[in-house]
């Protein structure tokens, strides 16, 4: 028999947990939910965009009522849970009663009311449900309507831009001295205010409620200081308590919330508690990001799963008010222990502040540029130094280059036909119409939606950026802990520890001893085991293509006509006579029908079939050509200048040293994809300064570059050292891949893998330490006795000849 489950409130933390109940452990429980507002489970988040009349109630449906009886979930709907009978496990609800196995409490939070005469009167309401919502629609209907928003917080500029849309006279009174405290500091809540008052909003600051004035109808408002503001609507909007009265009643532990240790249980085993009516480590939370957070990790107890721990959650807001993007995180106001640094345009409304103590961000606020929030917020829950880019910090990530940053008001002028995600073709219009018709939060919701930022992962800041823009309101960061796939709640790091210091040498052992949720896993933590695995231990795990993304299973890059491109590797950009010949005859024996000079100095065949690839890469391997891996997260090309053997200003011999650089580090899988260059002078013809590692040639010695890339954003490198020999620049080479290739995550460039964790890291390990360094560099050199294997000889041998059957047409 199926076990009974009872979720007390049908709002949007309980309901998250059922969906996430669901996915687990369908059949396992009878469930049955009491929901005290006549409605199926809402968007609380978009009652603002209905106040102001831009959505309506249907269209901030979360779940409807077909969504219920779809997954036999017995719903109650304007039944308000009265007691518990904890020993005989029976919910009361007036006339309506249920027997529970487990219990969900999430009964939310409800709207603070300041105790002042006249608060009972008609007219003055909260900003909190729809019934609010429609009292309020109500009132602006009437012809010259006055309201008073008490409350200068994100609720009450919200209700009085709303209600100014629908043309009330609004005046928004605050007891601070700047709005929303919480979430500004004072130059940006005056930048705010300035930007409100344009919009026709009236304030009154530091202003104290005496009274709300009306005899049975509110007419006015009267403060400390005598003056009176007459209206028919006052809007309480001065913050919220968690509402756990009912949990307190039948007895369970209550403080601030009700209170619920990792796994979001109560004092009472058989009930759980999550959203905002829970405390957690002496912590209530009231953005989405946290209560969903919570809400996984209940449902894996409830599935009987139970190896999730909610440990507590970093909260960033990243908000839109009144159509101004907004961002906080953290301290960012500071005190004499800290440091701001600030960057302020008063003409373009843009204002950016970050805190700093001991070069670690304490807190950030930002003001009409909100892209690099995210950024901002990782540093700091990363607690990451940011010395070492300490000089271009407040202008953001977009000098980390090729990360698909940009700027949110960008984002938002896009066409909806405009590309954000290249590797799926997903354009903004697909992501916006997800997020609104399928009602998606979070940047996993919509990859799982739209495959955007799925793939390679560099247009996540766009996905992101239109995320917050089209949700609104209560968009927050990611979590603190951040799990490498839907599959596991374990990061990146911690699996690649589990790998090495348990000796996981199989995908299948990886996911028994990380407890799974799925059996095969899902797109994105396959490529990445697969990865970690292969760099671990290069001569035991044999790779798994069928985790490569297609580019990779086929070793050819897929065009948008479904042709796939062939570019053989020619070493530091050199070729001969005999290898041109060669690539000419294999041109007009299978019709290529482009030959292209990349910008990586070689040659690219452009039009091929997938079933020809094979018989081309037998014709390319006779004439003793390679794969250029020009398709894969590895070394691509070393990018080379002809230096002292020909050209007058070489200071050294740049072309022998990018040849014996690529053929050492030819074949090398990395967690993304590899370049390099060598210059031979600071003219720097081969733009050593935008590679993951570039060698620039100098009178004496090499300058080694790290971390650059180009890109949509392009990334100048940093200076890693300066070396004097050939020799040292191979050692140095093979230590900086290593470090990269074991320490990255996958699918994170060298440029972002260096601002994580530091140039002074990079440098420490390799520069500082000739230990680490040799270390490095032999287990580098030791790996690429298993890596360089030519994938193109072996495939025109016959290997993998299923990759490259045509499917069969079936009339």
């Known amino acids: 028999m199926k076990e009974k489950l009872v979720l007390i409130g049908n709002g949007m933390a309980g309901v998250r947990t059922l969906e996430e109940l669901l996915k687990l452990a369908p059949e396992q429980y009878d469930i049955t939910v009491f929901g005290g507002e006549p409605y199926s489970n809402y968007n609380r988040i978009m009652l ?36 518990v009978d904890r020993a ?73 831009n709303g209600l100014n849309k629908q043309g009330m006279d609004v005046t928004v009174v605050h007891l601070m001295d700047s709005l929303m405290e919480r979430q500004l500091d004072k130059p940006a809540a005056e930048l705010l205010r300035t930007s409100l008052e344009a919009k026709g909003l009236k304030f009154l600051m530091q202003a104290q409620t005496e009274a709300i004035l009306g005899a049975g109808q509110v007419q006015g408002v009267r403060f400390k200081d005598g003056l009176e503001v007459p209206a028919e609507l006052v809007v309480m909007a001065v913050g919220i308590r968690a509402n756990f009265q009912l949990a307190e009643k039948i007895g369970l532990h209550c403080e601030r919330g009700v209170v619920v240790n990792d796994t979001m249980q109560t004092f009472d085993p058989r009930i759980y508690a999550v959203g905002e009516c829970v405390q957690h480590r002496g912590q209530t939370y009231g953005l989405v990001a946290p209560l ?9 107890h409830l599935a009987h799963i139970g190896i999730a721990r909610y440990e507590g959650s970093v909260t960033s807001t990243k908000l839109k008010v009144t159509g101004i993007d907004l961002f906080s995180a953290g301290d960012f106001i500071g005190d004499e222990h800290t440091e701001s640094l600030v960057l302020q345009d008063p003409g373009r409304g843009l204002y950016k502040k970050v805190v700093l103590k001991d070069n670690r961000i304490q807190g950030a606020v930002m003001y009409g540029d909100t892209i690099d929030g995210t950024w901002y917020f990782e540093l700091m829950r990363d607690r990451t130094d940011i010395s070492d880019f300490r000089d271009s910090l407040l202008f953001g990530q977009a000098h980390l280059g090729d990360s698909g940053h940009g700027d949110d008001n960008r984002v938002a002028a896009m066409a909806d036909s405009s590309e954000i995600c290249g590797c799926n073709g997903v354009c903004k219009g697909e992501i916006v119409e997800a997020i609104t018709q399928k009602n998606l939060f979070t940047l996993d919701d919509v990859r799982a939606h739209t495959k955007a930022s799925s793939s390679c992962g560099s247009c ?3 996905v992101e950026a239109l995320l917050a823009h089209t949700v609104g309101g209560d968009y927050s960061q990611s979590p603190a802990k951040k799990p490498l796939c839907p599959c596991t709640d374990f990061t990146h790091d911690e699996i690649r520890t589990g ?50 993304f297609i580019n990779e299973r086929a070793h050819a890059n897929i065009q948008k006509d479904a042709t796939y491109s062939v570019i053989p590797r020619m070493w530091g950009g050199g070729t001969t006579p005999q290898e041109l010949r060669a690539i000419a005859d294999v041109a007009e024996k299978y019709s290529v029908r482009m030959v292209h000079v ?35 997260k590895a070394l691509r090309t070393v990018k080379t200048c002809v230096g002292r053997e020909w050209c007058r200003f070489g200071t050294q011999d740049s072309t022998a040293l990018g040849i014996d650089l690529e053929k050492m580090t030819w074949g090398s899988w990395t967690p993304h994809k590899f370049k390099m260059a060598a210059s031979g002078c600071p003219r720097n013809c081969a733009e050593a300064t935008i590679k993951d590692f570039g060698v620039v040639c100098v009178d004496s010695g090499y300058e080694l570059h790290v971390g650059g890339n180009g890109g949509v954003k392009v990334r100048a490198t940093d200076l890693l050292c300066h070396v004097e020999t050939p020799q040292q620049v191979l050692d140095y080479c093979a230590a900086f891949m ?24 990079v440098k420490a390990k390799i520069v500082e330490d000739s230990a680490s360094r040799e270390a490095l560099t032999q287990r580098f050199h030791y790996a690429q006795q298993f890596a360089q294997d030519d994938p193109w000889a072996a495939r025109a041998k016959g290997a993998e000849a299923h990759e490259f059957v045509p499917i069969k047409q079936v009339s």
């Not at 300041?114 to 729809?130: A, C, M, N, Q, T």
């Not at 440029?751 to 530091?758: C, D, K, T, Y």
Request: charged share 20%; with cysteine; net charge negative.
């Open 499 to 548: 790998i090495r210091d348990h000796e996981l040498k199989h995908m299948s052992a990886v996911r028994t001893y990380f407890e799974w949720k799925t059996p095969d896993g899902c797109s994105k933590c396959r490529p990445a085991l697969n990865y970690y695995l292969l760099c671990q231990w290069p001569g035991e795990y044999q790779d798994d293509s069928q985790s490569r």
């Open 88 to 160: 005989r496990r029976v919910v009361h609800a007036g006339d309506v009663s249920a027997h529970y196995d487990r219990l969900i409490i999430a009964t939310g939070s409800y709207p603070f009311v300041i105790p002042v005469p006249g608060s009972e009167l008609k007219g003055v309401i909260s900003f909190r449900d729809i019934a609010d919502v429609d009292a309020m629609l109500h009132a602006a209907g009437r012809p010259g309507g006055r309201a008073v928003v008490i409350g200068g917080g994100l609720l009450g500029l919200e209700a009085a």
């Open 738 to 761: 290593q470090l990269y290739r074991e320490e990255a995550h996958y699918l994170e460039r060298t440029a972002p893998w260096i601002e994580r964790v530091g140039l002074s890291y």
């Open 292 to 300: 969903f957070e919570q809400a996984k990790v209940c449902a894996n």
């Open 460 to 462: 996540t800041g766009l």
């Open 598 to 632: 990349t910008g990586g100095q070689r040659l690219a065949l452009y039009g091929l079939t997938k079933e020809q690839l094979p018989q081309i890469w037998g014709d390319l391997t006779q004439a003793g050509l390679v794969s250029g891996h020009a398709y894969g």
């Open 48 to 83: 603002s965009p209905v106040l102001a009349g831009e959505k309506t109630i249907d269209q901030i449906m979360l779940n409807d009522d077909q969504w219920y009886a779809d997954n036999g979930v017995t719903l109650h709907k304007g039944k308000w849970v009265e007691t």
